[in-house]
T-cell receptor
Framework: GAGVSQSPRYKVAKRGQDVALRCDPI?????LFWYQQALGQGPEFLTY????????KSGLPSDRFFAERPEGSVSTLKIQRTQQEDSAVYLC???????????FGPGTRLLVL | AQTVTQSQPEMSVQEAETVTLSCTYD???????LFWYKQPPSRQMILVIR??????QNATENRFSVNFQKAAKSFSLKISDSQLGDAAMYFC???????????FGTGTRLTIIP
């Protein structure tokens, strides 16, 4: 079946612009995760959802970052007033339920100029 | 806070040979999971192998096996009969039993020499 998909795959933004990154999880997966991967680093946790409930947002670096999953399926990560340090690959993962293996999408590479 | 350390930024191995990637972690938890993920160039991350801390037996998946030393907080990955398709970044990751987030190391870039 189809895996986790993310769009856009690449995004270039000018400093100060708002961006929205989309994640389509594997159909039926209850849990959805967002990670940020800076160049040359491992992914770092941002937030996760169980269905539409955001259970942990402790990794969001500032209040400019906002994630939602209103119907418990597709999720959007929004970054307001982007800054150069936001440049990274944003990875989405989903799992069938909590405590199960996370399946990753291809990521969105964000470059803020 | 939990930390995961991969001390080998790069490794290389001759095709068909065996290579071991190192990982250490720090935690005060007794129940947790450990993972090795593979991230090929420009492709998505996939799970290679998973180990539950309460299991004494080391996990194996075909050519991939781990050496899990709980007391030493060490979790190395052994790849046997290396193939060209094994070339990738390999990330070690930790998840506490009562938590959902994965904590990753900084990765090891594995090159396969034909």
């Amino acid at each position: 079946g189809a895996g986790v998909s993310q769009s856009p795959r690449y995004k270039v933004a000018k400093r100060g612009q708002d961006v929205a990154l989309r994640c389509d999880p594997i159909s039926g997966h209850v849990s959805l995760f967002w990670y940020q991967q800076a160049l040359g680093q491992g992914p770092e946790f941002l937030t996760y959802f169980q269905n539409e409930a955001q259970l942990d947002k402790s990794g969001l670096p500032s209040d400019r970052f906002f994630a939602e999953r209103p119907e418990g399926s597709v999720s959007t990560l929004k970054i307001q007033r982007t800054q150069q340090e936001d440049s990274a690959v944003y990875l989405c993962a989903s799992s069938p339920r909590l405590k199960e293996t996370q399946y990753f999408g291809p990521g969105t590479r964000l470059l803020v100029l | 806070a939990q930390t995961v350390t991969q001390s080998q930024p790069e490794m290389s191995v001759q095709e068909a040979e065996t290579v071991t990637l190192s990982c250490t972690y720090d935690t005060s938890e007794s129940d947790y999971y450990l993972f090795w993920y593979k991230q090929p160039p420009s492709r998505q991350m996939i799970l290679v192998i998973r180990q539950e801390a309460y299991k004494q037996q080391n996990a194996t998946e075909n050519r991939f096996s781990v050496n899990f030393q709980k007391a030493a907080k060490s979790f190395s990955l052994k790849i046997s009969d290396s193939q060209l398709g094994d070339a990738a970044m390999y990330f070690c990751a930790y998840r506490a039993f009562g938590n959902e987030k994965l904590t990753f190391g900084t990765g090891t870039r594995l090159t396969i020499i034909p």
